[in-house]
T-cell receptor, first 119, second 113 residues
């Protein structure tokens, strides 16, 4: 079974702190994603990566950065946390679909989520 | 811009009923469509993935169909159980939209024992 592990299930941080959210997948997937989920707004893509050291902005990248130094690990960084970044953060990974381009990804697998509260 | 709509927003049924959840999308140029379930406070669990060239996929009591031309997918759950209670989301991967999935808002399902 595919396992996507998010290191922290619950975090409480103060405004202005630097926050790291870590995600590790064990299936050698090329693609990794960070979403946030908010009531009434659904899931929104923050960043994704289709290879080591490669990243692409999603729909709401402002206030976030990412790092992918190793294929299995994708980190989301909040340089200076703000209260409007209080949310559920979800990491996902997927293989590249056979015969497809880097954008034609296969099935998406999610981690358990990290609930971040910024005070 | 691709929009994904899920109807109904919420559904409550007695145990044992067969039920259908609906997902519609506005742009038929998709790579695939995926159904997920989400339990409260948890991540999403993949249920079924349908590629654009496929018409349906089955897994146990679940069957998902895809009609790309009409922009519709249905998730059929047979013989529902209380453990099926969760939020069900569909998501489409749009051609020409990079690596992004567009998610519906979900259907909250409650199966009463």
């Amino acid at each position: 079974d595919v396992k996507v592990t998010q290191s922290s299930r619950y975090l409480v941080k103060r405004t202005g702190e630097k926050v790291f959210l870590e995600c590790v997948q064990d299936m050698d997937h090329e693609n990794m994603f960070w979403y946030r989920q908010d009531p009434g707004l659904g899931l929104r893509l923050i960043y994704f990566s289709y290879d080591v050291k490669m990243k692409e902005k999603g729909d709401i990248p402002e206030g976030y950065s990412v790092s992918r130094e190793k294929k299995e690990r994708f980190s989301l960084i909040l340089e200076s946390a703000s209260t409007n970044q209080t949310s559920m953060y979800l990491c996902a990974s997927s293989p590249q679909a056979v015969g497809g381009s880097i954008f034609d990804t296969g099935e998406l697998f999610f981690g358990e989520g990290s609930r971040l509260t910024v005070l | 811009k691709q929009e994904v709509t899920q109807i109904p927003a919420a559904l409550s049924v007695p145990e044992g009923e067969n039920l259908v959840l609906n997902c519609s999308f506005t742009d038929s140029a998709i790579y695939n469509l995926q159904w997920f379930r989400q339990d409260p406070g948890k991540g999403l669990t993949s249920l079924l993935l349908i590629q654009s060239s496929q018409r349906e996929q089955t897994s146990g009591r679940l069957n998902a169909s895809l009609d790309k031309s009409s922009g519709r997918s249905t998730l059929y759950i047979a013989a529902s159980q209380p453990g099926d209670s969760a939020t069900y989301l569909c998501a489409v991967k749009v051609i020409g939209y990079g690596n992004k999935l567009v998610f519906g808002a979900g259907t909250i399902l409650r199966v009463k024992s």
